[in-house]
């Protein structure tokens, strides 16, 4: 063991189905892969720690920082087990969780089941108080009702407490109080107040969003708590961050506190990896595609930079349509996400036809071929019978696989069916999740107004790299990129995330008569809060702080984001921010609009630490082409048929080799599956940047 100190980072992904270490030692990475230990998340962690710094050759007292993101907050809302929670809100207003916006999300269905709240009706409770949208007190909180409440909470037993008022995101005191309250009579309970949590307008993103903080607070509290104890007792004594939703880094005491803002960090990290490696290449549109074990994300990477958004949907239950599911208001790096990993689990619906998803067989029981239990047929089960995995070589050899569980999971489930042999079962599956993924990255980029077969993908997780080739076929893409440490992305860009903090807050400033004093104390409060949660991790140098006004015209009903300069504001300003409005407006819609007020709905106020300068890689000569150390039999969607594949072991290629498809590159935590019509080039970094032949 050195005792040299050296500069030693651990990036910690908690998915469905794998837990994924990262350690960067002085430049150099060690990885494994971890089963998920969904009865105490943490085992999974010191395992998997101890297993990189051993490869690593390090005592685990000398790693310097743990970075961590996790599902278990989006596992919690999307299988209700959170706490027994209740919820405190202004008389009139109870019903506003099941009431949602009165959208229907499919128009045409008859029997549309909308999903019910998060915290059922006979826990929500309500108390007398009113105050307008400007923050004025109309109705004085009443204590009466107050103590009512209170002594209802006492007598049903909450482990956790919500309490979001109408209009609080302009005046929070009415919340203050009654949280006083509650606390004053039990010391012990858990309370969160939608001012806090999501101080945003439109009632029912913030009801919903501080609900599901309180849902998931105590658990996430409690796991955070036993992970730091644990850490240290086995030797790691490091500072613990987290990584959350908008791809910052904030303190484990933070995210204890406002535990909503972990439900995207997973895929988060995902996305700070591909805007890493894009900016090392110089690609400005980038499709980022991480396929694990339970999900696949799709998020698009315009100038190296992902795509945000302040509102999010968690748990669609139709179909991921949007509309269904639960909405979060909290700021958030903006992708799809589906049912469609490795564990996803392939079934015939009554048209007799092959879905997979959304549910996973995960780690416990896992896909039939663990041999852990599993019975029903996985996209797993589909990618070993059709050659792309090895057997024996699965996660480097940890887990054997058998062929024949998977052949008889898809002939039970599949096969009897339908009258189709496992081949024919395992090829539908495959081309069903397949088609899913490739219909989300379309949908997704005409959305956003771009033209999918414009973009690089870059591709990672377990099962990304096998599916790219496929997609990319599917999806008119011509190139994509497979980085060194696919497998796991997700942490390895935990290491590459800033610390950083987004502060989002309603206040409707009108420009016809902009109050810009009041404007500039508003936002230097945002601004204190967002430093207050990101000094704390800095180094050296000074955050980067980054403005965005979200505006629409008067009488619109949603809002386009606009940035801005970091200038205070004065009496000129208002023409200044109306311009860079239409011209925004103008970039989204077409045209602008004469003769209406501009008015500022919500602020932003992000802070980060700034990102290292990368070095760019230049671009490699086509060297010779590699001939395979071996070959199997590899089913060719596009052909219908099996054809031999080439058999590469990643390690063994350098820099200008080329690999001609169909071939499979494999390493310890994934395999990359070429497809006849492209071809891979080893670059510089070790990445496989594969074009169309």
């Known amino acids: 063991m050195s005792s040299t100190p050296r500069n030693c980072r651990v990036g910690v992904d908690i998915g ?29 962690i ?32 999307i299988e209700r087990r959170g706490a027994k929670t209740a919820f405190v809100t202004t008389e009139g207003f109870r019903d506003v969780l099941e009431m949602r916006t009165e959208n229907r999300f499919e128009q045409y269905d008859l029997n549309i089941s909308l999903p019910p709240a998060l915290i059922a009706r006979a826990d929500r409770f309500v108390v007398g108080e009113r105050i307008d949208a400007a923050g004025k007190v109309l109705l004085a909180l009443d204590e009466a009702s107050v103590a009512v409440a209170v002594e209802k909470i006492v007598a049903g037993g909450y482990e956790s407490v919500a309490i979001g008022f109408i209009h609080a995101y302009a005046n929070g005191a009415h919340e203050v109080a009654v949280r006083d309250a509650i606390l004053k009579r039990l010391s012990d309970v858990s309370v969160s107040i939608s001012s806090e949590v999501s101080p945003q307008m439109r009632e029912f993103e913030r009801f919903n969003t501080v609900c599901a903080n309180a849902y998931v607070k105590p658990a996430i509290k409690s796991y955070l708590d036993r992970l730091v104890v644990s850490l240290k007792e086995i030797g790691v004594g490091c500072p613990v961050f987290m990584i959350h939703s908008g791809g910052g880094i904030v303190s484990v005491e933070s995210a204890s506190e406002f535990p909503v803002r972990l439900v995207e960090s997973g895929p988060a990290g995902g996305a700070i990896f591909a805007a890493d490696i894009a900016r090392q290449y110089g690609l400005d549109t980038v499709l980022s595609f991480d396929m694990g074990g339970t999900t696949a994300k799709i998020c698009l ?118 009258g189709l042999d496992p081949e024919a079962s395992a090829y539908g599956t495959c081309e069903m999740v397949d088609e899913n993924m490739a219909n989300a990255g379309r949908v997704h980029t005409v959305e956003n107004g771009k033209n999918i077969s414009d973009f690089t993908m870059i591709t990672f997780g377990g099962a990304g790299p096998l599916h790219a080739a496929r997609l990319c076929e599917k999806m008119g893409i011509s190139t994509f990129l497979v980085p060194p440490g696919a497998g796991v992305g997700s942490a390895i860009g935990f290491l590459k995330a800033p610390f950083g903090y987004e502060s989002v807050r309603s206040a409707v400033f009108n420009l016809s008569n902009f109050e810009y004093l009041e404007a500039n104390r508003l936002l230097e409060a945002m601004k204190a809060e967002a430093l207050g949660f990101v000094e704390g991790g800095l180094d050296a140098g000074s955050p980067v702080v980054e403005r965005t006004l979200f505006m629409r015209y008067a009488g619109q009903g949603w809002d386009i984001p606009v940035p801005l300069a970091d200038d205070n504001f004065d009496a000129a300003s208002a023409e200044t921010i109306a311009a860079s409005f239409e011209k925004e407006y103008e970039r989204f819609f077409g045209r602008a609009i004469e003769g209406l007020d501009i008015e500022i709905v919500s602020w932003s106020v992000k802070a980060s630490s700034p990102l290292p300068p990368v070095e760019r890689i230049p671009s490699v000569a086509e060297g010779n082409v590699v001939q395979p150390g071996g070959t199997r039999r590899l089913f060719e969607a596009s052909q219908g048929a099996y054809l031999e594949a080439g058999i590469h072991e990643r390690t063994g290629l350098k820099p200008g080799d080329v690999v001609n498809g169909p071939a499979v590159i494999v390493e310890r935590e994934t395999s990359a599956v070429l497809t006849s019509s492209f071809k891979a080039i080893v670059q510089r970094d070790g990445s496989l940047l594969a074009t169309r032949i």
Do not use: W
């Open 16 to 44: 469905g189905t794998f837990t994924d270490i990262a350690l960067d030692l002085d430049g150099t990475l060690h990885s494994t892969k971890i089963l998920t230990d969904y009865t105490a998340p943490e085992r999974a």
């Open 46 to 77: 010191l395992k998997g720690v101890k297993t990189v710094a051993d490869m690593a050759g390090i005592a685990l007292s000398e790693i310097g920082i743990l970075i961590h993101g996790t599902t278990l907050a989006t596992n919690a809302l």
């Open 301 to 418: 990477i315009e100038n190296q930079v992902p795509k945000t958004a302040k509102t999010f949907e968690v748990a669609r239950t139709y179909r991921f349509r949007k509309g269904s599911g639960m909405p979060i208001s909290i700021p958030v790096v903006e992708m799809v996400e589906i049912g469609a990993g490795g564990g996803s689990i392939a079934s015939v619906d009554a048209m007799r036809q092959i879905r997979v998803g959304p549910h996973s067989a995960a780690s416990e029981p896992g896909p039939a071929c663990y041999q852990r239990g599993g019975k029903n047929p996985t996209v797993t089960d589909a990618d070993l019978i059709l050659g792309k995995l090895d057997p024996a070589n699965f996660a480097g050899g940890a887990i054997p696989l058998s062929v024949e569980a998977s052949r008889q999971a898809m002939s039970d489930d599949i096969g009897s069916v339908i």
